[in-house]
């Protein structure tokens, strides 16, 4: 119980120390794709360090709801990435909250940092609440089905017995989850912003989903919600590892598999990183109309993924 | 010996305005004898009750607890009517449409009418029945001309005409229910009464019944203003001053269906079919049908509020048509309870409308408006008169209305669709005119003096008081007369 | 059979009393209030308090619900009625709950309603202490009834209250056609109810005592009658709670009322109709086949879907929770679809999963919604005003409605650790478990029904964030009148309990399910077991098995705390507090003003766009040289030209038919008697 | 009475006779244009009930049918008769219009329901007590008939008199079928009629100062529009 516990904890602060360098890692790969020179992998670091040394500045009228947000949103991540098997498989807080409940977390810290946006009352602040709003309530179904296909295989919602079902019981292959994959890629491009569906490096606000709702923010607050969007990235990238390919993660109480596990992690995220990029390289932003129909093709995978498992697992 | 007080008083009543009507306190005088109507009858009732049925003068009269409950209710709404016709007409006569000889003749007919209709429901004669119901008619049609203009003539007029060609062939029907009766009964006084036709019904030819019961269907089914025989009743309804109104929706309809149904009675005794399924009850329960849905459609056309409750009142005489139609102690429980209803709640609203349109000047529906805001307690009188009408609990036309649909769910399912429908649309027709009569901004003035609404709420808080709590001795009474109807 | 008070009032309770004759009391003490109001008109004072007083009222009705969800069911016979069929009541644990629900609620809005009416003009406050009474009443009464006539009187009552309580303000005509349209779409339910309870009928028919629902209970039914009634019943009760397509009155009345009657309807008049399905076909009829439960769940997800899209470009605050009303009740309705699935499948551990799930979504949307109508409601009080283009910025003016409005929201918008989560989640579970259900079919089509609800509770989120973000937050749209002022005590307490109710029914649902374990004992002869083991059980919700699912909310929402201290202090000892106030940015755009926010319709725009099918949308655009342009796009449902209008329309072919006949020819009317009479005597001696 | 049931005896046969002159006059009126001619016609068919009516109360000793024999004459035969006589001279309006239906068609209606009335009736008449039975039959016709006049007849007067015909039919029935009705039904009938032809006196008056015709199309206002 106590190591559990202990894994627990080093667990959630290696996520939220690790976040920062998997942006980082995407930055720099993706820099090398376009042929730029590419900031060190620490640069995020860097970013955060010289907006907690700065003043914030604040709107006249920011209701406390503003300023509460940041802390909110980051708080919701901490517990997200605390619930998501990456080393071991024990998790003493994950039966606080399974998948939907996961899939809840993001959710309240979406709507909070939506509603931070519309605080101030500016333009742009509404436009992009409105946006991701949009966004999420097309991608929030799409990321439930790819989760059902999952836990219909391993009959729980429980992230640790789907890995333990998944990765820890005789190898079978999964049609199904071949689709949930794919859904589940696209899905998480819409909620992390980043291309097809938003770019995060954009300037042009007109085509901002994102960063028009932080445009408002400054200093610690902004640096605790860039924080939130790494660790949030870093969260749904071990969702995919826990739910595609889990082999590494070391099972209950296997205290000897640690190293090999954290092994396993570094090397799927630095693929993943760089797959990701890759794929942000190769492809174009799509308009904010044609969102609904992308996401809309994840949600039909998912489902096609669910009735697959019908078809042909049961 | 009550009983001779109950017919004495109101003829003596009709003679006495015939001679002094004109004078100022005819109002009163008329109030007063409808008040002696009233106790004559309460004493008759009482006695009913504790001695059960009596002949009186060797048998030409005969009360039971099915017609007493009648002559109770017709002289309690005569009674209020009455109340309510005093500062009613007075204001009439002070708008100039009356004379003081036409509130003469007002009074004196009003007073005739109440006696006709109390003969008709206490006489044990069927030709006597008949005798007094033509004079009701009589009595009434001069009544709906009062105003003389074109429309109250000309509704008069079919009044007259239909209404009498409708009583001819209940008299044929009569004869023919003679012409079978002598037979077993032999020619003269006995053969007509009603108590020995019941004694020897099941020998009565089914043949000649059969003939006999259409010709007193299509006959007194005329005045009860079953469609499509029911054309003279909107037009009488709207054309004649309200109190006449009043009490023809509340009562006549009532004694016509009354007639019918002793009829009915002997029909069922001939043919050996007591429970609905007989041809009587049938053809009862498809004109009571017939008319609920015609006159549902024909509510939703309608611009003048009085012709509007005539039509709600063909639709209601249909329901409880067809209640009796189906017979069964449930259904000829919730009949009677329901023509109870009706009469005390369609007189109430007749009386708040007929405020409401002296305040507006019109019967026009259009042109009344916001009542609630100028004159409160006629507004809350119509608005709470018809949502009891419509059937909306807690009043006591719903406890009727529940027993009698669900009763024909049970056993005639194939007509509820019908019931559905008629009712949702009466429903939506009257009440979408009413709700802006009542609700709303208005430019009405307001009556010149108190209106005399106490008689709207005394049939409300009666109506009301029935859907929630039947006295024991009421109900005891219903459950009789029910049994009397064959239940 | 307990004993019978004489003539129905209980002077002194007998120490045998049982909760029925509580609740009876509870009823009667409200009948009083409505019945005294009327004579307080020269008592200002009096008639101020007596809200409160129907609080008070409230909470002894909600602690005798609890008693009747605890204790074992108990009946009275009341001395009036019809002759035959007394007024029956019976309080088991299926009333218990709900009675448990009406008074939680009613407590809450009452309060609140204690300081909205306060400044209401004498006369109309006296009608409206008149009808409020009598609508907790005729709310009480129907959850009481134990007879086909206590209940419809009850239902009606209910009805007609409510109806003159929305018409309060009948000057306006919307509100009167508003009224008009609820009080006849209730009433056609009524009649289908009526019929249904004909079907239903049982023991002796012919007898009175065949209306009593004990009758019913026990008698036998042909399975073709039974599906009669039950459709019947689903109409009826459908009418009443907004399912579509009969729905159309409901986004129409609920705004029309005063806010604290809009809170009752949409939190617990809607929930009467739930207790009506549930006791007719779970209690009163013997046999469920499964097509009803398939049935029910279309409807129930048709429902929740169009509700909450209509909510999500409404414009008008209180119109867009009367549509988010509609959609919680599809998701209940789907809830109760799934438990006659598993019903009628034998499943019936699921069977009370699912029920739990729609039990414990009624009981949390009483209080959600009750609160955002209370929020919405003190809003219209201090600008007057109910569209949302023209508001904005409340959360400045008045922080404590904001604040506790913002729980609502969040409680609604279905997100943890608040109590529609809690709904949701056991909701979502039961689809998850459907593999087990003997049809394959079902088995497939399911599981993405519950991609259904997901997509019903993302868009609700949606919504949540448009009416709290443009009604509360950023810059006033128009310019305030006068100067705003917060709600009053009164208000604030009661929105206070009806927020606590949904913070704590999210924190602590293992004692919520435990205390609705009777009701699902009653009607499926099962309970949720929580298999928490142990120790854990009082704080983690394991429905089936802790291996299959689990959440613990209280965990939750301590890890989310302690991170949140834990950074910030984090951030102030390692860094600084510094902030210093300047103008909004906007990227520098210089002529930044309120009016350019997103509008109540921009924010919908998109919805707008992606389901434009479904609706009918006006537009204004306004003129290229108006200074103040404001663009209006009004987005109503096309059910209304597509099935409402053409049934107006035959009727009045119909009528104009039929008005044919009374045309003013005497002769003709002649020969109808003449033609009726002929065809009688060939009729008869054919 | 059962001797008389082998043969008909004459006054009966008289009866019968008086029975098809009753139906004649039916069919003649239906035919009759003019007003005057109608009321004549009307007081004919008065005359042959009251005497046939006169001839049942000798032949069968039924006396309370002399009293009624005795009310048809005075009230049908000269009251009423004359009361219409002046009633067309003072408001001269001794012209029908063409009726609703056309004559030969109405004609061909009437043989109709006479055979329609006719086997209506001989299945009841079978079994009556009375020796006069056939003629049920036919005052179940001219009720029919008459019924139909009023139908066809599109001024006030004629409409009356239809109706009053249709009263003669079923007065006739009384007697000849039945041999009576009750004496006080009797004169309970017979006031109602004469009470009704006053009311109508009235109205006529009224309808012809208000409309000054005494054509029903002036009354064909109140209808659904």
Redesign the interface.
């Known amino acids: 119980m106590t190591t559990g516990i202990l894994l627990q904890i080093t667990q959630t602060l290696l996520a939220i120390l690790l976040a920062p360098l998997l942006m980082g890692w995407v930055n720099q790969c993706r820099a090398w794709l376009q042929g730029r020179a590419a900031p060190p992998i620490t640069q995020p670091y860097r970013v955060l360090r010289k907006l907690f040394h700065k003043d914030a500045v604040i709107a006249h009228d920011a209701s406390p709801l503003f300023r509460f947000a940041p802390y909110m949103i980051f708080a919701c991540m901490a517990l997200a990435a605390g619930i998501v098997p990456t080393l071991a498989n024990d998790l003493p807080f994950s039966p606080a909250a399974d998948v939907i409940a996961l899939v809840g977390i993001f959710a309240l810290a979406r709507v909070f940092l939506a509603l931070a946006a519309m605080d101030i009352g500016t333009s742009f602040g509404s436009l992009g609440a409105r946006r991701e709003m949009l966004v999420s309530f097309l991608a929030e179904p799409a990321l439930l089905m790819v989760f059902f296909t999952a836990s219909l295989i391993s009959r729980s919602t429980e992230l640790p017995v789907i890995v333990e079902a998944l990765a820890h019981k005789e190898f079978v292959i999964y049609p199904s989850l071949a689709f949930a994959a794919v859904a589940f890629w696209m899905v998480s491009t819409a909620e992390n912003a980043r291309i097809p569906i938003d770019n995060p490096t954009t300037h042009l606000e007109l085509t901002m989903i994102h960063e028009a709702m932080i445009l408002e923010y400054s200093a610690r607050h902004l640096a605790l919600i860039e924080w939130a969007v790494a660790l949030k990235l870093f969260t749904y990238s071990a969702l995919g590892i826990a739910l595609f390919v889990p082999w590494g993660i070391a099972p209950a109480g296997d205290l000897a598999a640690l190293p090999l596990a954290l092994l396993a992690l570094v090397a799927k995220m630095a693929v993943g990183g760089a797959g990701l990029s890759l794929l942000e390289a190769v492809s174009a932003k799509v308009r904010l109309f044609r969102a609904p129909e992308f996401l809309g093709t994840a949600f039909l995978l998912a489902v096609l993924g669910m009735l697959t498992h019908f078809l042909l697992e049961v | 010996m009550e009983l001779y007080w109950v017919l004495g008083i109101p003829l003596a009543g009709g003679l006495f305005l015939a001679l002094w009507g004109s004078r100022e306190h005819a109002p009163e005088i008329n109030a007063l004898f409808s008040l002696l109507t009233l106790i004559a009858a309460g004493l008759l009732t009482a006695r009913i009750v504790e001695e059960g049925p009596i002949m009186v003068a060797d048998g030409w009269f005969f009360i039971d607890s099915f017609n007493v409950f009648l002559v109770a209710l017709t002289a309690f709404v005569a009674f209020t009517t009455a109340l309510f016709s005093r500062p009613y007409m007075r204001i009439e006569r002070e708008h100039g449409r009356l004379t003081a000889t036409r509130l003469r003749l007002y009074h004196s007919s009003y007073q005739i009418f109440i006696a006709a209709m109390l003969l008709a429901l206490t006489t044990n004669n069927m030709g006597i029945l008949w005798v007094s119901m033509e004079g009701a008619t009589l009595a009434t049609v001069l009544l709906v001309s009062l105003y003389r203009t074109p429309a109250s003539l000309e509704a008069a007029w079919k009044y007259f005409i239909l209404c009498g060609v409708g009583i001819a062939q209940a008299l044929f029907g009569t004869i023919l229910l003679y012409f079978a009766a002598e037979k077993i009964l032999g020619s003269g006084g006995t053969a007509l009464l009603w108590t020995h036709l019941n004694g020897v019904k099941e020998q009565l030819e089914p043949t000649v019944l059969q003939l006999a019961f259409v010709f007193l269907l299509v006959g007194y089914g005329t005045k009860v203003g079953l469609a499509p025989l029911h054309n003279w009743l909107p037009d009488a309804h709207a054309e004649g001053p309200t109190p006449i109104s009043a009490v023809l929706s509340g009562l006549l309809l009532n004694v016509a269906l009354y007639a019918v149904m002793r009829s009915k009675v002997l029909v069922d005794g001939a043919l050996g079919t007591g429970d609905g399924n007989g041809m009587a009850g049938n053809l009862m329960m498809g004109f009571g049908l017939l008319s609920v849905v015609v006159a549902a459609f024909l509510i939703k056309r309608q611009t003048d509020v009085k012709r509007m409750f005539a039509y709600s009142s063909i639709e209601h005489m249909g329901l409880v048509t067809f209640a009796f139609g189906m017979g069964g102690a449930v259904a000829s429980f919730a009949g009677l309870l329901h023509m109870t209803m009706h009469s005390l709640t369609k007189s109430a609203i007749f009386f708040a409308v007929g405020h409401a349109t002296q305040s507006a000047g019109t019967q026009a529906m259009d042109g009344i408006r916001g009542l609630i805001r100028t004159n409160p307690t006629i507004g809350w009188g119509l608005m709470l008169g018809t949502i009891a009408i419509l059937g909306v609990p807690p009043f006591g036309v719903f406890a009727s209305e529940f027993l009698i649909i669900t009763t024909a769910m049970h056993q005639h399912p194939w007509a509820t669709p019908f019931l559905l429908i008629a009712l949702g649309v009466a429903f939506a027709s009257i009440f979408g005119k009413v709700q802006p009569m009542v609700f709303g901004e208005t430019t009405l003035p307001r009556l010149p003096y108190q209106p005399a609404l106490m008689p709207v709420f005394i049939h409300l808080g009666l109506v009301l008081m029935l859907g929630l709590f039947v006295p024991p001795y009421l109900a005891d009474w219903y459950r009789q007369a029910a049994a009397l109807l064959g239940g | 059979m307990a004993i019978v008070f004489p003539s129905g009032f209980p002077t002194v309770f007998p120490p045998d009393s049982t909760p029925v004759e509580f609740a009876w009391a509870g009823v009667l003490f409200w009948l009083a209030l409505a019945a005294a109001a009327p004579f307080l008109r020269r008592a200002r004072g009096l008639l101020a308090l007596a809200p409160a007083l129907c609080a008070l009222g409230a909470l002894a009705m909600a602690a005798i619900g609890l008693a009747g969800l605890l204790a074992p069911a108990s009946a009275i016979v009341l001395p009036?009625?019809?002759?035959?069929l007394p007024f029956h009541l019976r309080l088991d644990a299926l009333s218990g709950l709900f009675l448990l629900l009406l008074g939680a609620a009613g407590f809450g809005v009452s309060l609140y309603a204690t300081g909205y009416f306060r400044h209401m003009e004498t006369g109309a406050l006296a009608m409206v202490m008149l009808w409020y009474p009598l609508f907790l009443a005729g709310m009480a009464m129907v959850i009481l009834a134990d007879d086909?006539?206590a209940f419809?009187?009850a239902w009606?009552?209910m009805?007609?209250a409510s109806y003159f309580l929305v018409?309060t303000d009948?000057?306006i005509?919307d509100i009167?056609r508003a009224?008009?349209l609820y009080?006849?779409i209730a009433?056609?339910g009524a009649?289908?109810l009526?019929?249904a309870?004909?079907?239903l009928?049982g023991g002796a028919?012919?007898?009175?005592e065949a209306?009593t629902f004990a009758a019913m209970r026990d008698a036998e039914q042909a399975p073709f009658w039974a599906s009669v009634a039950f459709l019947l019943a689903l109409f009826g009760f459908g009418a009443k709670a907004g399912l579509v397509p009969m729905h159309v009155w409901l986004p129409e009345a609920h705004p029309a009322a005063p806010s604290p009657v809009s809170a009752l309807m949409s939190g617990v008049m809607l929930k009467t109709a739930i207790y009506g399905l549930l006791r007719v076909s779970f209690d009163l009829l013997n046999v469920q086949p499964g097509w009803w439960g398939t049935l029910a769940l279309a409807l129930g997800l048709v429902t929740a879907l169009y509700g909450v899209i209509f909510a999500a470009v409404q414009s008008d605050m209180k119109r867009l929770l009367a549509w988010s009303s509609i959609e919680n009740i599809g998701i209940i309705v789907a809830g109760f679809g799934l438990t006659l699935i598993f019903h009628a499948d034998g499943k019936g551990a699921l069977a009370a999963l699912t029920l739990t799930a729609l039990l414990y979504h009624a009981l949390n949307h009483a209080f959600f919604k009750g609160l955002l109508f209370a929020g919405a409601g003190a809003v219209l009080h201090a600008t007057g005003e109910r569209r949302m283009g023209f508001l904005?910025?409340m959360?400045?003016f008045m922080?404590w409605t904001?604040w506790l409005t913002?729980i609502g929201a969040?409680a609604i918008?279905?997100?943890?650790p608040l109590n529609g989560?809690v709904s949701e989640?056991l909701l979502?579970?039961a689809f998850?478990l459907t593999?087990g259900l003997s049809q394959?079919y079902l088995?497939?089509v399911i599981?993405?029904a519950?991609?259904a609800v997901?997509?019903a509770?993302?868009?609700a989120?949606?919504v949540?964030?448009?009416f709290?973000?443009?009604v509360f937050?950023?810059?006033p749209r128009a310019p305030i009148p006068g100067q705003l002022h917060e709600a009053g005590w009164p208000e604030r307490l009661g929105m206070l309990w009806l927020a606590a109710g949904c913070v704590l029914l999210g924190l602590f649902p293992p004692q919520v399910i435990a205390l609705l374990a009777p009701v699902t004992r009653l009607l499926t002869n099962q309970t949720l077991v929580n298999d928490a083991g142990g120790a854990?059980g009082w704080l983690?919700l394991?429905p089936v098995s802790?291996?299959?699912?689990?959440?613990?909310p209280l965990?939750?929402l301590l890890?989310?705390?302690v991170?949140?201290l834990l950074?910030?202090v984090w951030?102030r000892r390692?860094?600084?507090g510094?902030?210093?106030?300047?103008?909004?940015?906007?990227?520098g755009?210089p002529e930044?003003d309120?009016r350019?926010?997103?509008s109540a319709e921009?924010?919908g725009?998109?919805?707008r766009?992606?389901f434009d099918g479904f609706m009918r949308v006006e537009r204004e655009t306004p003129d290229p040289f108006d200074p103040h342009p404001q663009y209006r796009g009004d987005s109503r449902d096309k059910l209304w030209l597509l099935l409402y209008q053409p049934i107006a329309d035959l009727?009045?072919r119909?009528?104009?038919?039929?008005?044919?006949?009374?045309?003013?020819?005497?002769?003709w009317?002649?020969?109808?008697?003449?033609v009726?009479?002929?065809f009688?005597?060939v009729f008869?001696?054919r | 009475m059962t001797e008389m049931d082998t043969a008909l005896t004459y006054p009966l046969q008289v009866v019968n006779l008086l029975a098809a002159l009753l139906l004649l006059i039916s069919f003649a009126m239906l035919s009759q244009r003019r007003v005057v001619g109608l009321i004549t016609l009307f007081a004919w068919q008065g005359a042959a009930l009251a005497l046939s009516t006169a001839i049942v109360a000798w032949s069968t000793g039924q006396h309370h049918l002399y009293y009624s024999a005795a009310l048809t004459l005075a009230l049908k035969v000269i009251a009423m008769p004359w009361f219409f006589y002046r009633l067309v001279r003072r408001l001269d309006v001794d012209r029908d219009v063409e009726p609703m239906i056309n004559i030969p068609t109405t004609m061909l209606i009437g043989i109709a329901l006479v055979i329609f009335a006719f086997n209506l009736a001989t299945p009841i008449s079978q079994m009556a007590g009375t020796v006069t039975r056939a003629t049920l039959g036919i005052a179940m016709a001219s009720v029919l008939l008459a019924f139909l006049m009023m139908i066809t007849r599109a001024k006030a007067i004629p409409q009356v008199i239809g109706f009053l015909a249709m009263e003669n039919g079923l007065f006739f029935a009384a007697t000849s079928a039945t041999y009576g009705m009750p004496l006080v039904v009797e004169l309970g009938v017979a006031l109602d009629v004469m009470v009704a032809v006053f009311v109508l006196g009235i109205f006529f008056f009224q309808i012809r100062e208000t409309f000054d015709s005494l054509d029903l199309k002036h009354m064909e206002k109140l209808k659904e529009k």
């Open positions: 009036f009625g019809l002759p035959d086909a006539y419809m009187v009606e009552v009805a007609l018409t009948h000057a005509p009167r009224g008009f009080l006849l009433h056609i009649v289908a009526l019929l309870f004909g079907v009928q028919v012919g007898e009175m209306y904005g910025g959360i400045r922080p904001a913002l969040l918008a279905g997100l943890p989560f989640w979502l579970q998850l593999p394959p088995n497939m599981p993405v519950a991609a997901a997509l509770a993302a868009l989120a949606y949540m964030v448009k709290f973000g443009v937050l950023g810059q854990a983690l394991a802790s291996e299959r699912a689990s959440y613990a965990i939750f890890v989310v705390l991170v949140l950074v910030f951030v390692v860094h600084h510094r902030a210093r106030r300047a103008d909004p940015w906007d990227c755009f930044q309120a350019m926010q997103d921009g924010f725009q998109p919805i766009q992606i009727a009045a119909l009528s104009a038919l039929v008005g044919r006949l009374q045309h003013g020819r005497i002769q009317y002649l020969i109808y008697s003449f009726t009479l002929i009688l005597l008869v001696t």
